[in-house]
């Protein structure tokens, strides 16, 4: 085994190896977490891999989502029973073995407001209902994801006081699973696929790619190389068109708001609240880990070239905050809101008129050419969606599929609850570097002002952003503040941090 630290030297080197002509068995292009999932399963089979990425680890669109590692009720709620269970069966998964360090159980309170009729909330608490038996049908126990149930208007006001209490007849509390961060589970995936032996090379633009290999550019430099490989998986999500033309995918936009910490007073649980006049839309505003609350979620089609990086609409902002404050007193305004972000997702075109009513299924392709897509679904079942595409790309090659590993493969940093609580750090550090969290602590040893925030109001420390530096693969300011670390979703604390970002790529060189 490899091991696991990405660094500028690395990369470097190894594009070089790609570049004299070393053919790997398996290229997957686009490094979000379908395809630094693909890479973990075909290096943890034995195979060579290289994966690339023409921006950075969690780039596109798996660092803009909800940070839900979800059972799927929405799917339940469409008769979608088969999603469902396949989304709280990758949930278990991951909760118990692969990233426990990175995922908590998020408790949210749907409140049965005046606006809430008798007949919907009887229907939410039978989707919770079946949710919790899907959640035992997948083997996750309720120590780690506890049962629904209903509470008092009391204990709605405990959970999120800032609720409008009015008419309140209490409420539905229900769990699931909570990243703390979706760029870091991405991080994590590709450190371990490079600990079992894969190159993993962020700013390599893919420009063209057969079933023999691509051609690529090194966006640092602005070389052109050619990657040869015995077979080929596109993962390049919401992009995955412009490599395989077969692909039809209908882009639609999902926006979040990011409030100050206290906008909606000292809030423990989610919140979540039905669209007025929709039956199976709803709002949420999510508690997060630093304080923060992520206000989402619209589901706007997208029409036209594919931006980098998405912008919310000023209608959207207005949509988030008008549909919380049917349900919240007083109700946050423009001046509580110190970010937003957007991201597509990558829906394959159906017979469907809303893009909500898309289905999030995933689906895997090999184009005669023999290319395998792979496009769709849902980070939740990234690993699913790795398996399938590895299965068909080796299917594809006339080669035996062997076993798919990674369900038994704990992520770099994973350990169980016990073990964690085991670590000598704070439990700050422990959320996001699970076992390594000693090591990220240990970098402030000889320099003790890397133990510190890196600005007033920012928990990361100078340590934090070494580290993305000399393990994580971090090559500029901005891996460093918008996908190792988050302080970028409030361009303000960006502003703030940048000099120490700065630094950390100084301190290596980089
Ligand atoms: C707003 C929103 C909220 C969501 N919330 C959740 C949630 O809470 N839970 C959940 O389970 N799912 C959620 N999802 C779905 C989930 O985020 C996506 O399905 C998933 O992140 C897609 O990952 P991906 O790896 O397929 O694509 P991406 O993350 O977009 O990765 C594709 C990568 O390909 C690279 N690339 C593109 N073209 C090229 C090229 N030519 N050469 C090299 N590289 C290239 C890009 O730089 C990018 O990094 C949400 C989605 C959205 C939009």
Same mark, same amino acid.
């Given at each position: *085994? ?37 890479? +973990? ?5 034995? +195979?060579?891999?290289a994966a690339l990425d023409a921006h950075d680890l969690a780039f596109g669109t798996s660092r803009w989502s909800s940070k839900l590692v979800h059972g799927g009720l929405r799917y339940l709620a469409g008769g979608h029973l088969g999603l469902a269970y396949e989304s709280a069966v990758e ?21 049965? &407001? #005046? ?37 008092? #208007? ?13 008419? +309140? ?18 991080? %994590?995936?590709?450190?371990?696929? %490079? ?31 050619? !990657?040869?490989?015995? *077979? ?46 929709? &039956? ?49 007193? #007083? ?5 509580? !809101? ?46 699913? *969606? ?32 016990? /073990? ?16 390594? %969290? ?9 320099? #003790? ?11 990361? &420390? ?5 580290? /993305? ?42």
């Open positions: *085994m490899t091991g696991t630290a990405l660094t500028a030297e690395r990369r470097g080197r190894e594009l070089a190896e790609l570049s004299a002509g070393t053919t790997v068995d398996l290229l997957v292009v686009g490094l979000g977490v379908t395809g630094a999932g693909v890479a +973990l399963d075909a290096a943890s089979r034995g +195979l060579t891999v949930r278990g998964i991951l909760l118990r073995t692969v990233a426990p360090h990175l995922i908590t159980a998020l408790p949210s309170v749907l409140p049965q &407001t #005046p606006l809430v009729s008798g007949g919907r909330a009887a229907l939410a608490r039978a989707g919770f209902a079946a949710g919790d038996a899907l959640r035992a049908a997948a083997h996750t126990p309720a120590a780690r994801l506890p049962r629904s149930r209903r509470i008092s #208007p009391a204990e709605v006001t405990r959970l999120v006081p800032a609720v409008r209490r009015a008419g +309140l007849r209490g409420g539905v509390l229900g769990w699931d699973g909570q990243l703390v961060d979706d760029a870091r589970l991405v991080v %994590a995936l590709a450190r371990t696929a %490079a600990g079992h032996g894969a190159r993993i090379l962020t700013r390599c633009r893919v420009s063209e790619l057969h079933g023999g290999g691509a051609t690529v550019v090194d966006t640092l430099t602005g070389t052109e190389h050619q !990657v040869r490989a015995r *077979m080929v998986v596109n993962a390049t999500g919401v992009w995955a068109d412009q490599l395989d033309p077969g692909v039809r995918l209908r882009p639609s936009r999902g926006t979040h708001l990011v409030l100050r910490p206290g906008a909606l007073g000292a809030q423990v649980a989610g919140l979540t609240i039905g669209v007025p006049g929709e &039956t199976n839309r709803f709002v949420f505003a999510l508690p997060q880990p630093d304080g923060h609350i992520y206000l989402g979620l619209t589901d706007e089609p997208v029409d036209g070239p594919v931006p980098d990086v998405p912008e919310p609409s000023p209608a959207e902002r207005g949509f988030l905050l008008d549909v919380l404050a049917t349900a919240v007193d #007083p109700a946050p305004t423009e001046d509580d !809101v110190v970010g937003a972000f957007a991201g597509l997702r990558p829906l394959l075109a159906g017979g469907a008129d809303r893009t909500a009513d898309l289905s999030r299924r995933h689906a895997v392709r090999t184009s005669p050419g023999g290319v395998t897509t792979v496009v769709g679904g849902k980070l939740t079942t990234y690993r699913r *969606m790795a398996r399938d595409a590895v299965d068909a790309a080796l299917r594809a090659a006339g080669r035996p599929t062997g076993r798919c590993l990674t369900a038994r493969l704990p992520l770099v940093g994973a350990a169980p609850p016990e /073990a964690l609580a085991r670590v000598a750090a704070p439990a700050r550090l422990v959320a996001r570097y699970g076992t390594e %969290a000693a090591a990220v602590l240990a970098l402030a040893a000889d320099d #003790p002002a890397l133990a510190r925030p890196v600005a007033d109001g920012i928990a990361v &420390t100078g340590a934090e952003l070494v580290w /993305a530096v000399q393990r994580e693969g971090a090559l500029d300011a901005g891996d460093v503040l918008d996908r190792r670390t988050r302080i970028g979703l409030v361009p303000a604390d960006r502003e703030r941090a940048l000099p120490a970002a700065r630094a950390a790529l100084a301190r290596a060189g980089a």
